[in-house]
């Protein structure tokens, strides 16, 4: 007995040991003990750790939430696709569906993934704007909006366009540079000078200063013109799919004004019933009497 007491007792391991192989084919048994051991562990009395479980929900959340933007995104992709390789047919009723589908597809991105659609023309600004030189002073990396719109974008000098998009590109810097309090302090700042703009009739004397910084450089966009008959009709910022579907939507319009016009052309007119109102309040024309030689002049 005190030999038993003084040996070393044996230590209890967490986890059972892995049996040994019996083979070299064996490799069932190892998957078995494996499992065996994981139940083991879970099915011990040692409370698990509620930071994994944690990581273990957050996992199976992200994974099921990335599949479903992907598939939006795929599906939005190839309605586009469509649309686009249909253009030519205005009179497949499949096309007008799939463009009917692909603009609401793409309405429905504005609200649920509005990332998609500034990530799209944010790529396509950049493309746009590395088709020129570097300007002087222009920090390198990408360009800005401002830097594309007086150097790449085909606004011309009307003094209250350039105005207002002179300030909203400044914004659009903002957001893209992450500085979210200056782009809503310059929007403020735009808006009240908007509305005191219209308080003095049109005149941005006071509102130009109410901005807090210089005006404009008018004169960089003397210089821009509209596109010619061979070059691109649309701003370079759309995606080409985005415009053939505006186009189908004015075009779905029109043809509906026009058939309401033709139809109300058809539209014969109003039949007045002898025995009604209208009719009575006509009266009978009055005969006209035969001039003679004896009729009173």
Known sequence: MADLLLSRPGRI???????????????????????????????SGEPPDPLKQAVVELTKIAKTLVPKKAEAKTDLENLLSGSLADRGDTSSGGGSRRNSAALAALKRLLKEQPAAIYENIERNLREDFGLRAQVAGEPSGHGTARAWLQTRSRVQNYTNHVRWLWQLSAVWDCLMQGQNEEARARVALLMAAGEQSSIDSGNWLISTVALLEPPPPYQQFSHHTTPAAHECQHSALYDPRWFELFLWQLKEH????????????????????????????????????PKGPHSEE
């Open 13 to 43: 391991e967490d986890l059972p040991r892995r049996p040994q192989k019996q083979g070299p084919l064996s490799e069932t048994e190892d998957e078995e003990a494996v499992d065996a051991a994981d139940g083991g562990a879970s099915g």
């Open 254 to 289: 029109e043809s509906y004004l026009e058939a309401r016009r033709k139809l109300t052309q058809r539209k014969p007119g109003p039949t007045v019933d002898p025995g009604s109102d209208a009719a009575a309040q006509r009266g009978p024309k009055a005969k006209q009497k």
